[in-house]
């Protein structure tokens, strides 16, 4: 469902993600894994449409998404959980979810989709109308999943959910994201936690200083030596 081939991505001058070729098919759960600076989340944004697509292209189905302004992208099946969650914190958790459906398809099943993201997330149901900037980390990390979700997408994209969560809440995240993996949902995962993302991924790809050097499935990755001492602690 969704290709990359032969991507750049640069912030002005700097060439942050370099010559990138990956694919996430229908319903896989493909996780990026990679230090930090490496690239992840010019990667991601890209994808989304936040940063313009040098040479290379990312492909959709059968739609180019560099000719796509990124508030369109909710329209063709995609949807961004962005780094560092990105609330808007003096709204209601309510209102923020609302934000998330703004494609005219995914507007007239708001009352449904609601309903869902609550059933998924109980403690967001409790708290609709507390502001978002009073939830705690975790909870404001439901917010940002369930916001995407309230899009219906075929593919989530997700951009280091588990950043600054306690390791509890970190299990919970990834569990959510298993769930949502369960339901049908195509997910690119961007993470730095290599042993996480590794337990639900299908298929990996390692980012080092915006370049692919290694891909796979996590259990023949965590084989190669390399990889085990930088990312899994030479277990
Ligand atoms: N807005 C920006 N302007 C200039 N350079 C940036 C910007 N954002 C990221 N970079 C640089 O691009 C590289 C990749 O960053 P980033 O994609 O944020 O990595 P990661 O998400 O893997 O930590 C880093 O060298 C970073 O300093
Ligand atoms: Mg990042």
């Known amino acids: 469902m969704l290709e990359i081939t032969h991507l750049d991505v640069a912030h002005g001058e700097a060439v942050a993600v370099r010559d990138v070729s990956l694919r996430v098919r229908p319903r896989e759960l493909v996780t990026v894994v990679g230090p930090n600076g490496a690239g992840k989340t010019t990667l991601i944004n890209a994808i989304a449409g936040l940063l313009p697509v040098g040479r290379g292209r990312i492909r959709l189905g059968d739609r180019d998404l560099a000719a796509l302004p990124a508030h369109e992208l909710c329209r063709y099946g995609l949807a961004l959980v ?13 209102e923020n979810l609302e934000i998330g459906c703004y494609a005219r398809s995914a507007r007239s099943r708001r009352a449904e989709s609601l309903a869902r993201v609550y059933a998924t997330f109980p403690i967001l ?70 042993v996480q993302a590794f337990a639900i991924a299908a298929r990996a790809y390692v980012l080092e200083q915006g370049r692919i050097v290694a891909e796979g499935a996590p259990a023949e990755l965590a084989q190669d030596a390399r990889i085990r001492e930088a990312y899994l602690g030479r277990q």
């Not at 962005?82 to 309510?94: C, H, I, K, S």
């Open 82 to 94: 962005p780094e560092g969650r990105r609330l808007f914190g003096a709204m209601t958790v309510e």
């Open 125 to 194: 149901r409790e708290r609709r109308r507390q502001l978002a900037g009073s939830l705690s980390g975790g909870q404001q990390q439901m917010v940002a999943i369930g916001r995407a979700l309230m899009a219906r997408p075929s593919l989530l994209l997700l951009d280091e959910p588990s950043l600054g969560l306690a390791p509890a809440i970190v299990d919970q995240v990834f569990e959510v994201i298993a769930g949502i993996h369960a339901d049908g949902v195509a997910v690119l995962l961007v993470e730095q936690n290599v």
